[in-house]
């Protein structure tokens, strides 16, 4: 276990590294829930609440969500691709570790180090500027940090199976990109879930998208009853589950064919 | 048994593609492709005892390479069986891995944007070094690498020989018994170079390491491995010691001629036509060198030839250079 903590130690050492890179994410980031903010208090207009969400909630939806993104996200398929097509997953193999597990680890690293850096200063910034909801209840911050521990797993697993189709389809900068889209539309980045037409939100429960930003968000905005929120944090555990069978399975496939590129 | 590494009939083959020309050609290729199945490792078979200095060398693209990767157990062999340390390098991976050490010269496995000693820390974590090992071993490797200024650098700011040094140290955090060098000494100056070669010498006689290296440089064969084995498109086609193969390919001598006076290789051909002299000139010296059978008799007959018809200015007999000798196989291949 040691190994891996170690992991996370080193992956917070190269961010400190390229720290530049993430002033201007929090730029970027802030100028995104601005936008979004805006577009909301439009779209409410005089009403008072849509899909049972009001408009203090829905500006606290969307702040939340990007500033858990902050967290979830990695850019470790895109690593993976890198170091497939280079080679340098040679080196890896070498290693007494489970690769797999290394990178999530780095994710892991990356994702703790933005959310004291970046996210909960991202947060303090963003609440000065717009009015924002925090709960008071102990229970929605635990639900919370169980669901969005849950998040960084589902989206590191799904980019986990990205990485891996490096080895067989070797050019996967497409899928990559077309990845990063669908999480970040039906993961109720974007648009809460229950925005959704109905026949939509039926297809995407059978799906682990909304595990990602949807539930952590509904969670943190109290917009989930305390069942609900229990309800729906099992189901990410499931994905979870779920989610491991294909990366092992590819994985195992991937290594018996595998060709390092260069000599 | 006791060897270190255990190869019989391993084969590797890889799928070629190639490309069709022109653009209907790269449509076609969207459909189909055309392959070609080439062996770049074809059924070879060699032991490695504990404790031996191999030297495995071969020309560019003879699949020395794509061996390494076999042994280490990156790829898996099409065919044939491989057994390193007593396992078989795919089975039980983490427990294989912890006992070998790799270097591969043209990639690093340092991260490349932290601190050399942090890649050691957590290469020392990995390896679930003790404390009290790492103290022993990697202070003394640290000193005789000469790297202990190296060490708060990352290592995307480091030269390439010091990096390399850095690499070798990272490759035995863990002391391993086992040590594969792909082309370790590759762009490296000659202080840095003889360094390494020092240091490789020193580990093998104090923990009885085994290494296999490749290289281009066969200075480092000479300096480092008794043995060699010698790879041509895939197939083994010498192993042995280095000095017997000397002694069976390297049976011509070398005579360096220099001339006070112009002289024209038709000339030197001239005077020594009865006996069987090859002759080559290196322009830039103007130094003259005439390759013939390692016979004294025919070589002071020669030289007596040659001074009694021009002004010589220095000679020179010389061994034919293990580097002649491997030119000459590469050329010509074993027959
Ligand atoms: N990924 C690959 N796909 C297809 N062919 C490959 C691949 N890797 C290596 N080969 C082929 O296998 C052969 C052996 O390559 P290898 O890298 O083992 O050579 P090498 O002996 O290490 O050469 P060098 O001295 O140049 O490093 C070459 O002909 C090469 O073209
Ligand atoms: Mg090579």
């Not at chain 2, 010589?312 to 061994?319: Q, S």
Request: proline share 3%; with cysteine.
């Amino acid at each position: 276990m040691d190994k891996y903590i170690e992991m996370i130690r080193i992956r917070f050492l190269m961010m400190l590294a390229y720290r530049t890179n993430y002033y201007t994410g929090i730029l970027i980031y802030s100028i995104n829930i601005g936008a979004y903010y805006f577009l909301w208090s439009a779209i409410y207009g005089e009403k008072d609440a849509i899909e049972g969400m009001s408009v203090i909630q829905m500006s606290t939806y969307v702040a939340v969500a990007w500033m858990a993104r902050a967290f979830y996200f990695n850019n470790i398929d895109r690593e993976m691709a890198a170091e497939i097509k280079e080679g340098k997953v040679a080196v890896e193999l070498i290693r007494p570790y489970n690769y797999l597990g290394m990178k999530t680890m780095q994710g892991l690293g990356e994702g703790i180090f933005r959310l004291f850096f970046f996210s909960v200063p991202g947060m303090a910034i963003v609440s000065f500027i717009f009015p924002l909801q925090f709960s008071a209840d102990w229970t929605t911050w635990l639900f919370f940090a169980v669901s969005i521990l849950l998040s960084f797993l589902i989206n590191t697993q799904i980019n986990l199976l990205t990485g891996i189709t490096t080895f067989f389809l070797y050019n996967n900068t497409g899928l990559i990109r077309a990845k990063r889209v669908v999480i970040d539309l039906f993961s109720g980045l974007l648009i809460p879930i229950s925005f959704f037409p109905v026949w939509a939100q039926d297809i995407l429960r059978f799906l682990p998208f909304q595990g990602i930003s949807y539930v952590p968000s509904m969670i943190f905005t109290n917009s989930f009853s305390n069942n609900e929120a229990i309800q729906a944090i099992i189901m990410q555990g499931v994905w979870v589950l779920i989610l491991i069978m294909p990366i092992q399975v590819l994985w195992i496939i991937a290594k018996k064919q595998l060709i390092i590129q260069g000599g | 048994m006791n060897d270190a590494i255990t190869v019989r009939n391993l084969k590797k083959e890889f799928k070629a593609y190639s490309s069709r020309s022109g653009l209907k050609g790269a449509f076609r290729d969207l459909l189909t492709r055309n392959y070609k199945i080439v062996p770049a490792v074809n059924n070879i078979s060699f032991n490695v005892k504990q404790g031996e200095m191999v030297g495995y060398i071969g020309e560019n693209g003879a699949g020395k390479s794509t061996t390494i990767k076999m042994l280490t157990g990156i790829l898996t062999p099409t065919s044939g069986e491989v057994i390193v340390n007593g396992m078989n390098p795919h089975k039980d991976r983490e427990k294989f891995v912890s006992t070998i050490g790799v270097v591969f010269g043209q990639r690093s496995q340092l991260w490349w944007d932290i601190a050399v000693q942090e890649s050691f820390r957590l290469l020392k974590k990995v390896y679930k070094v003790t404390d009290e090992q790492y103290d022993s071993h990697m202070a003394h490797v640290i000193k005789t690498l000469d790297i202990e200024p190296l060490l708060d650098k990352p290592v995307r700011k480091l030269s390439l020989g010091q990096r390399m040094r850095c690499e070798l140290a990272a490759a035995l955090i863990h002391n391993p018994p086992l040590l594969f060098l792909d082309e370790p000494t590759i762009g490296l100056d000659v202080l840095v170079k003889l360094k390494i070669r020092e240091f490789l010498k020193e580990i093998n006689e104090k923990y009885n390491t085994t290494i296999l290296l490749t290289t281009h440089d066969l200075s480092d064969i000479e300096a480092l491995c008794e043995r060699v084995v010698m790879l041509d498109d895939g197939k083994i086609i010498y192993d042995g010691t280095l000095k017997s193969l000397k002694e069976k390919w390297g049976e011509g001598k070398e005579i360096e001629f220099q001339f006070l006076e112009e002289v024209d290789l038709s000339d030197l051909n001239k005077i020594t036509a009865s006996s069987e002299v090859k002759w080559e000139k290196d322009d830039k010296e103007a130094i003259f060198t005439a390759f013939t059978e390692d016979n004294d008799e025919l070589i002071s007959l020669l030289i007596a030839k040659v001074v009694a018809d021009l002004k010589v200015k220095d000679i020179n007999i010389k061994e034919t250079s293990t580097e002649e000798i491997i030119r000459n196989i590469y050329d010509r291949g074993i027959s």
